[in-house]
């Protein structure tokens, strides 16, 4: 950047720097003259990151969040658009005009409000939504500079006012005088969390059931923590139980009771189901159940909820010691595989997808990321079988590379396999990331519940399901998605049982 | 919810059986079926264990485990009235009980606990039961009294001699399949290598054999496939399509190398839980 034509660019790149061009800017804002063209001109702001070669061997945060004078700066370089199209890029649309404004005048606790009216895992999506393909992409800021990566960073905002709400002592949410009327949520992922924190502020009695025996769903066993500290996570579950909001954990719905059982026998007047995706889909090639091959919800689960990177030292689970691992998927759970491995010792981490960088589903943050702790990306390229020794132990993977054909149903190339490439790479491990399919528990004790044929549950768009008093959202709905979307479908289902109770009290009342 | 070990002795060398608060898992669970532990919230492991027994009415179920690692050997040095942290269940798909006609449920060590409800449900069900129960010594010879209870037909060997019979069990189970008319159905639930042998033993007579798969398990929910075995040809996962598969199909050889993925892991684990316990004399 050293000679570009804008002085500001230059200029603020010590903590000290960044204070007075932010104060400057305040003056010239507050003097009327900070134009549009002022505002484009200040430079974007980076987050402050972990040293990639440090962060190799530990699993604290990444990405450590901006400084209060990065905040204001990268606030200021929003132009309050009148139509704000960033919020059309928003799932649960989030004000982000206005609180993007409420930071640049430094009225955070105003800002946080703000986008609580929208969403309420604040420090969780700023962190793990891709707002590139959402808001940000959206962003007239980015669109006038011609790069999506120079929109205003209104997640790295929105964890910044989020994270100083958490530090300070957050209100817990007031919930209504009580209904009498009970409320079942399978699950406790983000889209659970959401519907339980909404139906109990309706002032009914919510009970969560999860299945594993810590709740918080994929946010806990799924994402990592170099990601998304556990902490925040525990945070928004104690607000629940302070809500008043009972979590049981270790029930698994189908198992322990079925959702019939719940609603005829255990008196819950309405049912929120959201189990999550939950069935690891496997690649049918030869070698797949030999030793050291994993699906990335074990390899993850073992990691992350139980504390794998411990062992020996104070945790139990074991997990593979692997030194060549390679990762098949292009996804968010790829990156997180690969990057856990890495983390754990492993001395090359090779990913295999089998289209090019720009088709990978994955944040650009995390394949960034990815890259820069050294993962080695083997692009158009996918594995044909895996390879075992004598002892049943993983060896090699062999694959077959490929090239970009036609674009296909779904507009992307698809990715044509070039006839006698195969070549084989030395691994210990592989971690497969292809996705995740619909656990069928729910369906098979379920009856009159109806699915699609990939095994989603059919909801309408107020998420009501085939059954009566039934409500379902988050991945169990959408296949793999997001947790905003996860999130944003557990608020509508939560308004539309919430609608449904309230008419099932007035007829239980008049039947009286 | 708590579950409070409300009694509980040790029955063999390793072996101990416990009675375990769980009103719900007593009240659903189904032959057949297991539950998933950890003694505590943080750090500790999750293991599978099958539901020996269950009383609905006192809401409690029996949990029989051998010490061999480090979770089971901290399942042991709990005492009646204290706490497991997590139990969860009742899981996998309960055994398919008919009335076959002639039954033989061979049971090898430690896997007569999870035999036992099944050889009691397939007698409830008119079946004649022949029980051919082995283990290494006597004193790993459980639950004979109440298999006796159940079955029809009893068949007790060790593999030393020193009780009754001296035979590797896949011996009777011979026996009893050239027997003419041959058995109808048989279940197997033991040593991953004697469930194999005891495969190979009926293939010959073309008896359909049932086997129930210990698996290394995480979740038990079919959320990570960590359970995965090849049942002919096809991956499948123990603790949801099983834990109970046609022992005729399945690839025990690839399954006993999964199962001891992390055999030095644990072992070190071990090692080290056993001498901590010792300096702190603890130790038994
Ligand atoms: C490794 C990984 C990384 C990801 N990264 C991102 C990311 O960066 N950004 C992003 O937006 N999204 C990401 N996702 C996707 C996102 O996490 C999911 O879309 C979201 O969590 C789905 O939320 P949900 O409400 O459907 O519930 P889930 O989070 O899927 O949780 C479901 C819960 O239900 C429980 N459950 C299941 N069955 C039962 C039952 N029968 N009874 C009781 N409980 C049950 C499960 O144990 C689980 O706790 C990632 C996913 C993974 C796996
Ligand atoms: S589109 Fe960008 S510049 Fe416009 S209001 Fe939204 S964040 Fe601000
Ligand atoms: S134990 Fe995880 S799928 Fe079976």
Redesign the pocket.
Known sequence: MVGTAHPTETLAVTPEERRKLLQELLAKRNAGGLKTKDRLAIPPQEIPEQDADARRRNVSEVALGYTEEQARLEALRCLQCKNAPCIEGCPVRIRIRDFVGAIAEGDYRKALDLIKENSLLPAVCGR???QEVQCQEKCTVGLSLKDVSKAVSIGRLERFVADLGRNGSAAVPAVAAPTGMKVAI???????IVAAADARRAGHEVTI????HK?????V???PEF?LPKAIVRQEIETLKQMGVKIITN?????TRTIEQLMKEDGFDAVYI?????LPSFMNVEGESLVGVYS??EY?TRANLMKAYQFGAGADTPIARSKRVAVVGGG??AM??ARTAVRLGAEKVYLIYRRTEKEMPA?VE?VHHAKQEGVEFHLLQNPKRILGDVNGNVVAIECLRYELGEPDASGRRRPVAIPGSEFQIEVDTVIIAIG?LA?P??RQTTPGLEFNKWGNIIVDENCRTSMTGVFA????VLG???????MGQ?RIAAAAMNEYLAQKKLTRRNAV | MSHRIVSKKQIGPDVFWARVEAPLIAQARRPGQFIILSVDNDGSERIPLTIAGADPTTGTIELIWQRVGKTTARLAQLNEGEQIANVAGPLGTPTHIARFGTVVCVGGGIGNAPLLPIATALRQAGNRVISILGARDKSRMILEDRFAEVSDEMIVCTDDGSYKRKALVTEPLKEVCQRSPKPDHVFVIGPTLMMKFCCETTRPFGVPTEVSLNTIMV?G?G?CGGCRVEVGGQAKFVCVDGPEFDGHKVNFDLMIKRINAYKRQEQQAYEEYKQHQCKVGLGN
């Open positions: 793990v939504c891709p399978i699950g406790s992922g983000p889209g659970g059931f999860e299945a594993f709740p918080g769903g994929v946010m066993y799924g994402i990601r029930f698994i719905v189908g198992r959201g189990v999550g995706a939950g990335a919800n993850l968010n759970v997180d595989s944040r995390e995740n656990n528990l729910i959202g988050g991945d169990i793999a998605a997001t947790v905003i979307l996860a557990g | 979740d929910t959320m």
